[in-house]
């Protein structure tokens, strides 16, 4: 089982999450989200416990404690929704404006893979 645990203190490191979670059962991984540029703890984390049971003990137990002086909240990790879309990566633009090369002005250029035509691409490609 995956848990959530918050309003982690700035100074909690993940050995001493690990042993926290440890004192109830087998601990699999422990990861404290940290900023990019900083390198700082964002404040909270993921524990990943491997029997469901002693997962839920350390979620009653824990839930709502004080430790390193912050109550810390635990709940079970949901997994993160797909962003719709299919991923990142580039994304094409139209470029806006004047005329451009489609029927009825407006619009300005468009890339023929969005549906858009444009004489330039079709001359310098077929």
């Given at each position: ?11 909690m490191t993940e050995d001493d999450l690990r042993n926290l979670f440890e004192q109830y059962g ?101």
């Amino acid at each position: 089982m995956n848990l959530y645990v918050g309003n982690l203190s700035w100074t909690m490191t993940e050995d001493d999450l690990r042993n926290l979670f440890e004192q109830y059962g087998t601990v699999n991984s422990i990861k404290i989200v940290k900023d990019r540029e900083t390198g700082r703890s964002k404040g909270f984390g993921f524990v990943e416990m491997e029997n469901d049971t002693e997962a839920q003990n350390a979620l009653s137990s824990l839930y709502d404690q004080e430790v390193l002086g912050r109550k810390i909240v635990i709940n079970e990790a949901q997994e993160r929704p797909a962003k719709p879309g299919g991923g990142g990566g580039f994304k094409k633009r139209s470029f806006g404006g004047g005329g451009g090369y489609n029927k009825g002005g407006g619009g300005g250029y468009r890339d023929r893979d969005r549906g858009g035509y444009n004489k330039r691409d079709y001359n310098n490609e077929y």
